[in-house]
């Protein structure tokens, strides 16, 4: 197992803290990581209600007057908060992403906040035709360019606060994503009949909590682990994401096929992130 070095100069754990005291680089990315999230959460749970279509096709205004601030129905307030929550966390995206290369933050952080940046506003349109069109590819695309920035700024967090995970932290985060990749399939239709509003903004709940796992791991394990093994942690976010591909896909349309694959993709990614864990524990209890 390697050493971490963590340079003095362009530090991802003190960038900005002295220009901004206490809440520094590394808080700002964590507060905007909560806010994309919390957005990505709000569009899942305003979709299951049925809320995204309450504002008759309008974007960006609702049926609410100035602001919204007379909403028709409950539902168009639904939606109108989400579209808030979403135009904060816009503003700290741009708020971070400038921020990064202001101060002496590492420059690959500044690039994963940067990537997130130049999302935001392909998301904002692809949110707005959601709205105006309505239709399935625009939807997929609008979730899949949201868990794009969620990535880049997970990615973001992690490095900027990477000399202060421990190592222990790689088996642990595989211990989890094993746990959550099974977890998933059970908050999905394929077994629970009653797809409430609930049980499906839970299941995406976990699917953040399961690729956040995995950059962990891929971000801190290729650096604390060395040969093939650095090699194949750095890779674990890629079954991640077919698994999240598939779970996301078997429940579209219920294609046996489609079905099939997403549960020999699960089972493989229980054996791989069990094995794995298994395998970096007994080294890191060794070192």
């Keep these: 197992m390697r050493k971490t070095v963590v340079s003095n100069t362009r530090t991802g754990g003190t960038g900005g803290t002295d220009r901004f005291g206490r ?32 504002c008759d096709a309008n974007w960006p205004l609702c049926d609410g007057g100035v602001l919204n601030l007379f909403p028709a129905t409950f539902p168009s307030f639904f939606e109108w908060i989400h579209r808030v929550v979403a135009g904060i966390a816009g503003l700290f995206i741009l708020g971070s992403a400038i921020v990064a290369w202001r101060t002496d933050t590492d420059r690959a952080v500044a690039i994963a906040l940067t990537i997130g940046l130049v999302l935001t506003p392909v998301q904002v349109a692809l949110g707005a035709g959601t709205v105006i069109l309505y239709e399935i590819p625009i939807l997929n695309l ?10 880049s700024f997970g990615i973001g ?22 746990v959550l990749v099974p977890l998933q399939a059970l908050l999905s239709p394929l077994v629970i009949s009653s797809y409430t509003q609930v049980l499906q903004t839970a299941l995406y709940a976990v699917t953040l909590v399961f690729i956040g796992s995995l950059l962990l791991v891929a971000i801190v394990g290729r650096r604390r682990f060395d040969g093939w093994l650095s090699t194949v942690l750095t ?33 493989l990614a229980v054996l791989v992130y069990g094995w794995l864990g298994l395998r970096t524990r007994s080294i890191g209890a060794a070192n």
């Design 23 to 54: 809440f520094g680089v590394p808080e700002l990315v964590v507060t905007t990581l909560a806010l994309v999230s919390a957005t990505i959460l709000l569009g899942i749970a305003t979709k299951a209600a049925g809320a995204g279509l309450a």
């Design 142 to 151: 609008h979730f899949w360019t949201a868990i794009a920035i969620f990535c």
């Design 157 to 178: 967090a992690i490095l900027v606060w990477e000399h202060r995970i421990p190592t222990k932290a790689v088996p642990q985060a595989l211990g989890l994503a094993t």
């Design 235 to 267: 890779a674990t976010p890629i079954l991640g994401l077919l698994v999240a591909y598939f779970g996301r896909e078997s429940v579209m349309g219920f294609d046996p096929v489609v079905v099939l694959a997403y549960t020999v993709i699960t089972i």
